[in-house]
């Protein structure tokens, strides 16, 4: 049986010209009735938009769109990279997705300017071979499209280099090619500059509008490799570049850059990998022009070739493809491993889910293992209260098992064969977060999603754009609703939550609007006995008053899988000299990003509770919450104190990321600053004899928090378990 060719979607022809966007598609081993359509990703925010595609006449397959430079433009925000894919219905009637592979070359030359926007369209091909667009104001294009590394020792080098720059008007007085080696990071790198006469590349008119340009973007030139090896006489590694220099001409000054490392890849005309030997009078040399698998940056490298030296490099090499091939199977063999545990794991969970239930045996679970927190604390306390003929027992994150301990609270640490069968025998589970999405639930088994919050940014179906690490938007969406529909409870806190969990959810089982359990603590023990002892037990100080500060997780501080970024745009030095005598200030921020900061300057003043197991203790000890979009305001505002919203990024939060639910600005229980003096002036308000809460913090209470009078754990647990 033969296997089928894939499916394969190549540009055949691009022109951007007179803010019109035009591209012919040309397709192998496409069956009669696929409708393709084109995909244009953004690749920082993975927005999506959908062209549709026309088929040229003729019996080729070859489709064709156009589209307006403005729409591509909006795409990107004015900036930034779109990748080109072709979305096709496949034999299983199924959608499927492929990039656009680019075969067009040189594609860069097609680029255009918008002059209206001081902006180029730049087209290019990827490392990968692909089609992409992106905006830029200025950018370096050189190719390098001959390469051919002579016996005799001279490299040859053709290709062109020019540079784009819709804002500047600088004319090019001279290019030099720059070979360039680092040196110890005190040295000052080593440089050979070889100048580039302009050469016409009339070859190339059929890629561009101004051919003109081709009479001086053209380079030609042979480096004489053995001359360099004679006069220097050692081992190096250089990089290549092309410097330009312009002349300014409004003020005749001259300007001198360099381009980025040159890139070299694969053609028909060029291979990547070249070597020699040579005599030289110092004994045979090797010289060797390669590029770099990941970045294709091309390098030089020259050394002796004689024996010594080949054994070393023999050794070195099988060394190196020896580790390689061990870290890769080491890789695969991990990743089988961990998908065969995975899976046998999930047949076990099954196999105990047949097993009878456990009767009246209640897991809880907060903040997937890490916490003792939030709604299925305070449920788990009620019921340990009043409901003691239920077992109770936590799923614990292993790492996080000692807080448990130090409380006597009964808990299993998750993913054990003990977990496992706890799991999938008990009757009830009360989670405030998502489960991972392979476990199943059992049938006997009832889940109660207890949630974390009131939402102001939208959630799952309701967002437009999803940027997290290891996923999209399209399979975001698609787990949530997956997870939520073995949801059996979901407890809201007002009705208007409600509403937006049915729909972001896709919820349809039975809704709990009873208020937020953990929020019962807020209403209950508000005194000025457990602030002081809450105080002692956080080591802060009784004489000053406590200002909390607890921003939101923002879903573009990652910028890969693993890593995230971040910055604390609030000056702490600033607020430390002019409020320093009478507030200490701490921190709940979010887990990825609070190891990256460093409070060793600001001891004394600046707490970090990011890891404080009941962020309801912090509320009840703070006189003041600034925050920005994060939902803890919703409950912070059960306690009737001042809260101040610090948002120097709110036309970007509001208008690129999430969105609002609700008009953030005009009814938030309280004042909106992009400054830090701002928040200084704010905090010192608070201080005087007549201040009051703001007239939005009524309307805001009674829409937020009419529910919350001390008694919603009571509520829920009744729903859920009963009038016992």
């Given amino acids: 049986m033969g296997i089928e060719n894939p499916v394969r979607y190549k540009l055949k022809h691009l022109n951007i010209k007179e803010e019109t966007f035009s591209i012919t598609i040309s397709c192998e081993n496409v069956t009669a009735g696929e409708e393709p359509s084109l995909q244009i990703i953004n690749r920082k925010t993975k927005a999506e938009l959908s062209v549709p595609l026309k088929r040229l006449a003729g019996e080729g397959g070859e489709y064709h769109a156009v589209m307006s430079t403005d729409l591509l433009s909006d795409h990107t925000d004015g900036k930034g990279c779109l990748d080109f894919y072709v979305s096709f219905i496949n034999d299983d009637s199924d959608i499927s997705k492929k990039r656009l592979k680019s075969s067009l070359e040189p594609i860069e030359l097609s680029s255009y300017k918008d002059e209206a926007h001081h902006m180029y369209f730049f087209p290019y091909t990827t490392k990968k071979g692909n089609f992409s667009l992106k905006l830029l104001q200025k950018k370096f294009v050189t190719r ?97 570049h092309i410097q330009f220099i312009f002349e300014d001409a409004g003020t005749g000054e001259e300007v001198i850059t360099n381009s980025k490392p040159l890139k070299v890849l694969k053609s028909e005309h060029v291979n ?115 409901m003691p003929e239920y077992r109770l027992c936590w799923s614990v994150n292993p790492a996080y098992s000692q807080t448990f301990k130090d409380k006597g609270i009964p808990y299993i640490e998750r993913f054990t064969f003990k977990w496992l069968f706890a799991m999938a025998r008990a009757e009830y589970w009360v989670v405030n977060s998502r489960m991972p999405l392979w476990i199943p639930k059992p049938e006997h088994t009832t889940y109660v999603q207890t949630w974390h919050g009131t939402p102001l940014k939208r959630l799952a179906v309701d967002m437009d754009e999803v940027h997290m690490p290891g996923t999209n938007t399209e399979k975001y969406k698609r787990n949530f609703t997956t997870e939520a529909s073995k949801w059996d409870y979901l407890i809201s806190p007002n009705a208007y939550s409600t509403e937006i969990f049915a729909r972001a959810f896709q919820f ?44 939101t997780w923002r879903d573009d501080q990652f910028y890969k899988k ?26 709940r921020m979010h887990y990825l990003v609070a190891e990256n900061f460093d409070l060793g300057p600001y001891k004394g003043f600046a707490y970090d509770f990011s890891s404080y197991e009941d962020i309801r203790e912090l509320y009840m000890v703070s006189d003041l919450l600034i925050t920005d979009y994060s939902s803890v305001f919703f409950d912070y505002a059960n306690l009737k104190r001042p809260m101040l919203f610090y948002v120097p990024d709110i036309e970007t939060y509001r208008d690129k990321l999430r969105g609002f639910y609700f008009d953030f600005e005009k009814e938030a229980p309280g004042p909106l600053v992009k400054e830090t003096g701002d928040v200084i002036k704010w905090v010192n308000e608070t ?16 829409k937020f928090c009419y529910l919350e009078t001390g008694e919603s754990s009571e509520k829920a647990v009744k729903v859920i378990f009963g009038d016992k």
């Fill in 144 to 240: 390098i499209d001959e390469m051919e590394l002579e016996s005799d020792g001279s490299l040859h080098l053709k290709g062109f280099a020019f540079r784009l720059n819709a804002a500047e008007t600088l004319k090019i007085k001279e290019k030099n090619l720059i070979l360039k080696m680092k040196k110890g990071k005190e040295e000052e790198p080593l440089i050979l500059k070889y100048p580039l006469h302009d050469v016409p590349r009339h070859d190339l008119d059929e890629y561009v509008q101004d051919t003109t340009m081709l009479d001086t973007i053209g380079f030609d030139t042979k480096i004489d490799l053995n001359a360099v090896y004679k006069e220097l006489n050692q081992q190096l590694i250089f990089q290549f």
């Fill in 272 to 386: 990547p990998n070249q070597f020699t030997v040579l005599k030289t009078e110092k004994g045979p040399a090797r010289f060797h022009v390669f590029t770099k698998k990941k970045t294709k940056n091309l390098h030089l490298r020259m050394n002796d070739y004689s024996f010594s030296t080949r054994v070393e490099y023999f050794v070195k090499g099988k060394l190196k493809r020896g580790a390689s091939f061990v870290r890769k199977r080491k890789n695969k063999l991990k990743k089988f491993i961990e998908k065969r545990i995975q899976n046998t794991y999930k047949a076990g969970f099954r196999f105990a889910g047949k097993l009878p239930v456990k009767q009246k045996l209640v897991m809880f679970e907060s903040f997937a293992g890490k916490q003792y927190s939030c709604n299925p604390r305070a449920i788990y306390e009620y019921m340990s209260k009043e």
């Fill in 508 to 551: 349809n089982k039975t809704m709990i609007e009873s208020g937020y359990p953990r929020n019962d603590f807020l209403q209950t023990d508000n005194s000025p006995s457990v602030i002081k002892a809450l105080k002692e037990k956080m080591n802060l100080p009784q004489d000053k008053k406590v200002i909390i500060y607890a921003p």
């Fill in 562 to 587: 693993g890593k995230y970024k971040f910055d604390l745009d609030l000056d702490l030095h600033q607020l430390r000299e002019a409020i320093g005598d009478r507030y200490v200030i701490i921190l």
């Fill in 687 to 702: 201080e005087s004899d007549d201040y009051k809460l703001p007239d939005s913090f009524g309307p805001f209470y009674e």
